[in-house]
Antibody, heavy 119, light 107 residues
Framework: QVQLVQSGAEVKKPGASVKVSCKASGYTFTTLDLHWVRQAPGQGLEWMGW????????GYAQKFQGRVILTRDTSISTAYMELSSLTSADTAVYYC????????????WGQGTLLTVSS | DIQMTQSPSTLSASVGDRVTITCRAS??????LAWFQQKPGKAPKLLIY???SLEIGVPSRFSGSGSGTEFTLTISSLQPDDFAVYYCQQYYGFPYTFGQGTKLEIK
């Protein structure tokens, strides 16, 4: 079955960077896009960006342009989300999500990674 | 960006009730609309895609309808497991956007 397993919780200071990993299994990693969505405590869902694991092409929400980088290592079926210049507003659960289909429906979600930004 | 607005924000209902949640888009998203269920501390779960297609494994009491700018999620007979937060999401264009959520509470 499809599984997306993310790295563990992180605590970072303001101004720092974080890199979250997402290991895919149960399907061919390079055939479907991966998206990243975050959820601040008690808040709704916010889409951050997407990556084509085959080509490495990416797209980002304007809000995160210049601050987020999506990468991948196809040899280990793992995607990465790096977010820099952290502030307390970045405290949230970050999810990697598989996009299914030519018009990508978000069908399978990782378990989430809690990022806490605090001085 | 396409704005997604759900109503109501909170819905109180009883086991066995039929409930409907509405989602409106600020511009047409054709049928590229999904519904998710989220329980506390868990990742969202896909229920409906392409406005009305039931995801594999999702009970048939869930159904979706609509196209363009107005969509609904209906639960035909509420079960105890259905009390959760529900989100709609458009994937017509980037950036993907979500509704603010509807919390379904036990009356």
């Amino acid at each position: 079955q499809v599984q997306l397993v993310q790295s563990g919780a992180e605590v970072k200071k303001p101004g720092a960077s974080v890199k979250v990993s997402c290991k895919a299994s149960g399907y061919t990693f390079t055939t479907l896009d991966l998206h990243w969505v975050r959820q601040a405590p008690g808040q709704g869902l916010e889409w951050m960006g997407w990556m084509n694991p085959n080509s490495g092409n990416t797209g980002y929400a304007q809000k995160f342009q210049g601050r987020v980088i999506l990468t991948r290592d196809t040899s280990i079926s793992t995607a990465y989300m790096e977010l820099s210049s952290l502030t307390s507003a970045d405290t949230a659960v970050y999810y990697c999500v598989r996009g299914r289909g030519a018009v990508a429906c978000l069908d399978s979600w990782g378990q989430g990674t809690l990022l806490t930004v605090s001085s | 960006d396409i704005q997604m607005t759900q109503s109501p924000s909170t819905l109180s209902a009883s086991v066995g009730d039929r409930v409907t949640i509405t989602c409106r888009a600020s511009q047409s998203v054709s049928r590229w609309l999904a519904w998710f269920q989220q329980k506390p501390g868990k990742a969202p779960k896909l229920l409906i895609y392409q406005a009305s297609s039931l995801e594999i494994g999702v009970p048939s009491r869930f159904s979706g309808s609509g196209s363009g700018t107005e969509f609904t999620l209906t639960i035909s007979s509420l079960q105890p497991d259905d009390f959760a937060v529900y989100y709609c999401q458009q994937y017509y264009g980037f950036p993907y956007t979500f509704g603010q959520g509807t919390k379904l509470e036990i009356k």
